[in-house]
């Protein structure tokens, strides 16, 4: 199991456990899950755009920047206009280390062994990313604002998904 892998798992077990002890995260805490959600997939998208070594890995990176930019930006303005400041919390915290994780060992790889670890892991990081939408921050989320930030960020998770897919089984093939 990948270093990162394990990280999301946890963080989603930490969610969970929060779900069954106390209702689910707090609207802060579910504000500061997404932000940091976010921030993980920014940093390894920057990383891509400069190391990838095909034309379509940076090209990827690049997206991920700017979209999950955009999802903080508007999440940001939300909790600017409801007075609410994001919480931090056990899967906020989760989700960073683990994002610390995989930048550290994506550093330490060169051409298509990057390529493969950064395609890998945001398969498997927007898979673990969409279950927690579904599973504990959609059903939590107590503000209407929040909910349909969330429900309007989703297909964008599943876009991003697909495409990490595509580029996964384009990778396999080389």
Known sequence: MHV?????LA?????STFAAAQQGPTDPQI????VTADQVDIDAGKLAAKMGSTKDVRAFGKQMVTDHTAVNQQASALAKKLGVTPEDNGTSQALKKGGDENIAKLKKLKGKAFDKAY???EVTYHQAVIDAVDKTLLPSAKN??????IEKVRPALVQ????AKHLQSQLGKS
């Open 4 to 8: 990162h892998k394990a990280f999301v």
């Open 11 to 15: 963080a989603l077990v930490c969610a």
């Open 31 to 34: 504000a500061h899950i997404v």
């Open 119 to 121: 395609v890998d892991n």
């Open 144 to 149: 209407a604002e929040l909910k349909a930030l």
């Open 160 to 163: 991003h998904l697909e495409h």
